[in-house]
């Protein structure tokens, strides 16, 4: 039964390898076939047309060409120098020791800063009151005492300067009574003319120069009062050293006493 089943099954293959190769075989006849009809066909005849040919045109003249531009030179680029390298510094055979570090000084401690105390209040509003009045009123005393002296120096001053004044007018006095004792007057004086001098003396009371600063209007008058003046030396001198003068002003008037 095994058998019948193998041979069974081998059928259909063989068929389908007999059918491959019959048409493998048929279509090699009919390439052969149609080969040799390809090859025993006559050719066909070919129609050819002569036509005169035309005569070629001259050729068109060509320019030279241009030559071309010579190339720049090239520029061989400088040789780089390359820097030597710099020794490197020979290390000493031996190492120098390091200096000892310095020690720190010890920091000073800062000194403490010293308590101010503070001032001790009054007591009551009543004791304030009290030294403020004090204080006012010793202000007060003291003002009075320091206009009272300058009151008092002004007053000093004053009479001083009124002595003074009065001495150098008992000074002059006596000058001007000297020489109006030597004045000779002119006739036909009218009316009491001012005339007026600059006398420079000496501390011994000796005359230097008279000039006259202004005129009384009578030159004869004039002269008669300088003559006077020149005779009087030596003038009198001041009963106190500091009252003298040299350069004096003296005035003078006919009718005057």
């Not at 008058?221 to 006077?228: C, I, L, M, P, S």
Request: charged fraction near 30%; hydrophobic fraction near 35%.
């Amino acid at each position: 039964m095994n058998a019948a089943f193998f041979e069974d099954r081998e059928d259909p293959g063989k068929k389908a390898s007999a059918a491959l190769a019959a048409a493998v075989h048929v279509a090699l006849i009919v390439l052969l076939v149609y080969g040799i009809r390809w090859q025993t066909r006559p050719p066909e005849a070919v129609e050819v047309e002569l036509v005169r040919a035309l005569p070629a045109p001259a050729p068109a003249a060509v320019a030279p060409p241009e030559p071309e531009p010579a190339p720049p030179p090239k520029v061989e680029p400088e040789p780089k120098v390359e820097p030597k390298p710099e020794p490197k510094p020979a290390k000493p055979d031996i190492a120098l020791k390091e200096k000892p570090k310095a020690k720190p000084e010890p920091k000073p401690e800062p000194k403490p800063a010293p308590k101010i105390e503070p001032k001790p209040k009054p007591e009551s509003d009543k004791t304030s009151r009290q030294l403020i009045d004090k204080e006012l009123k010793e202000l007060a005393a003291q003002r009075e005492r320091q206009m009272a002296a300058r009151e008092l120096e002004q007053f000093k001053a004053d009479q001083a300067a009124l002595a003074r004044s009065k001495a150098t007018a008992d000074y002059i006095g006596k000058i001007r009574d000297k020489i109006k004792g030597r004045i000779m007057l002119p006739p036909g004086i009218k009316g009491n003319p001012e005339a007026i001098f600059d006398v420079v003396q000496l501390p011994s009371g000796e005359i230097l120069s008279v000039k006259l600063k202004k005129s009384s209007g009578h030159t004869a008058y004039d002269n008669a009062v300088e003559r006077a003046i020149l005779s009087s030396s030596p003038l009198p001198k001041p009963e106190q050293g500091e009252l003298f003068s040299r350069s004096l002003e003296l005035k003078f008037r006919p009718l005057e006493e």
